[in-house]
């Protein structure tokens, strides 16, 4: 039985995968629960993949997600989602300005409030001038115009039980981002302020033209007055973990 799933998007990461593993490893051997390490390869054009076999030779807590192509991050979350099986489910961004350092505090914070999910507020945050502004903007158009009100700041960084994920995937409405449907569904959560770090190396998969795209599909499905629909889509090319049965 697996208590501890932490899923991970990951999009052409080759230079960050080892650091963020030796400090994830670090910190779940240390939380006293049975784990799995769901890395989902979104379409990486470079060695990522090749670099998460090799990690995974090593820790068969590994298990890895391929995507036949670049489907975005939401889609990633989602294919790991449906290959969770822990009771508990932490998403995090794979480089590095989520720290894995900061996971106890998200599971912490789960328990002691006694809530469905336990989301990263960023109290600081290093980035482009630019990325901070549509963020902001973002924010601002779609606590306005959307049934979706959460605080600013909010990350994708988060602590889940797998109850609030089930009333997730059977909430009738299924348009929108995974991440919005948390917020649309009422699922009960507080925030944890924690500080997020720059990039730890290379650049980051989101350009203007992504992140306009992202926004877009978060809030226009959600509008008052719906203005589109826009369901999840990803295809699995294979799924590998070494105590199961592999797809190769």
């Known amino acids: 039985m697996i208590e501890l799933s932490i899923i991970i998007p990951v999009f052409n990461d080759q230079e960050v995968l080892p650091e963020l593993y030796r400090r ?17 390869d979104d379409g990486s054009s470079d060695g990522s993949f090749q670099i998460l076999k090799e990690l995974q030779e090593q820790d068969g807590n590994i298990k890895i997600v391929k ?23 932490v998403i995090m961004d794979s480089d590095l300005q989520d720290r ?37 903007t973002f924010f601002i158009i779609s606590n306005t115009i959307t ?7 909010i990350g994708v960084f988060r602590a889940l039980k797998r ?24 699922i009960i959560y507080t925030t944890v302020d924690l ?17 306009f795209k992202l926004a877009f599909d978060r809030i226009l499905p959600h509008t008052k007055i719906q203005l589109a629909k826009r369901k999840p ?10 105590s199961e049965k592999t797809n190769e």
Request: charged share 30%; net charge positive.
């Open 24 to 40: 994830l490893e670090s910190v779940v051997s240390k939380v006293e629960k049975s784990y799995e390490i769901i890395f989902v």
């Open 147 to 153: 049934k979706i009100h959460h605080p600013p700041n």
């Open 100 to 136: 894995p350092e900061d996971i106890p505090k998200l599971l912490n914070a789960l328990e002691e409030n006694d809530v469905q999910m336990a989301v990263a507020k960023w109290v600081s945050r290093k980035g482009s001038v630019a990325k901070k502004i549509i963020s902001n």
């Open 195 to 211: 500080a997020r770090d720059e990039r730890y190396a290379g650049k980051g998969g989101y350009n203007l033209k992504k992140m």
């Open 67 to 89: 995507l036949a192509r670049n489907f975005g991050q939401s889609n990633a979350i989602t294919a790991g989602l449906e290959y969770s099986k822990g009771d508990i489910i």
């Open 163 to 186: 109850e609030a994920y089930k009333k997730v995937k059977t909430f009738p409405n299924k348009t929108g981002t995974i991440l919005s449907r948390f917020y649309l569904a009422e």
């Open 233 to 242: 889509e990803y295809e699995i090319e294979s799924y590998f973990a070494k």
